[in-house]
């Protein structure tokens, strides 16, 4: 079954750095597109980077420049290094895998669709 | 970025009742929209993709619709364990935007 475990977060203070690791399992992480979303205490999901199966990454405006997504193929995981964090970075922060069940290809067209997700691991930037 | 704006942003229904939620993008996405179901304190589920092609094993009651800028997420008959979050999201050109999310609640 895939599977996908976080771990990493915790209380850091604003200016600080924190990694977080996706730990993947029964997939390939390097075969597969995958995300980091989070979520603000009380509030909507937001979308914030994904990194393709070549290696192509892409971030949300408000992580440009601060966040780096990448993966470790040897250890299977999945990474979010979080720089010079702000108390609006605070969140539940949830990794997802597109398409798990094969390829993203549909009709001629490629449809991309988060459909594992795991759990979460809850950051905190708080002096 | 793309905008994607959801109507309404909560809701009550009985269950039973029929239920639409909107959702807008701020230019056209053709049918790359998915929507998702989040139980509180839980991880999100993949409900529909590419506008209107069910998840396996998400029941039938859910069906989405629409293309270009408007889109619809109806549930036909609402049943207990659909009282929840829901989230369109565009996957037309990174950022693959959310919505803000409509909150489903029991009248």
């Known amino acids: 079954e895939v599977q996908l475990v976080e771990t990493g977060g915790g209380l850091i203070q604003p200016g600080g750095s924190l990694r977080l690791s996706c730990a993947a399992s029964?997939?390939?992480?390097?075969?597969?597109?995958m995300s980091w979303v989070r979520q603000a205490p009380g509030k909507g999901l937001e979308w914030v980077s994904v990194i393709y199966s070549g290696g192509t990454t892409y971030y949300a405006d408000s992580v440009k420049g601060r966040f780096t997504i990448s993966r470790d193929n040897s250890k299977n995981t999945l990474y979010l290094q979080m720089n010079s964090l702000r108390a609006e970075d605070t969140a539940m922060y949830y990794c997802?895998?597109?398409?798990?069940?094969?390829?993203?290809?549909?009709?001629?067209?490629?449809?991309?669709?988060?459909?594992?997700w795991g759990k979460g691991t809850t950051v905190t930037v708080s002096s | 970025d793309i905008q994607m704006t959801q109507s309404p942003s909560s809701l009550s229904a009985s269950v039973g009742d029929r239920v639409t939620i909107t959702c807008r993008a701020s230019?056209?996405?053709?049918?790359?929209l998915n929507w998702y179901q989040q139980q509180p304190g839980k991880a999100p589920k993949l409900l529909i993709y590419?506008?209107?092609s069910l998840q396996s094993g998400v029941p039938s009651r859910f069906s989405g619709s629409g293309s270009g800028t408007d889109f619809t997420l109806t549930i036909s008959s609402l049943q207990p364990e659909d009282f929840a979050t829901y989230y369109c999201q565009q996957s037309y050109r990174t950022p693959w935007t959310f919505g803000q999310g409509t909150k489903v609640e029991i009248k």
């Open positions: 590419a506008a209107s």
């Open positions: 997802a895998i597109y398409c798990s069940g094969g390829s993203c290809y549909s009709g001629g067209y490629y449809y991309y669709y988060m459909d594992v």
């Open positions: 029964d997939f390939t992480v390097s075969n597969k597109y």
């Open positions: 230019q056209s996405i053709s049918n790359y």
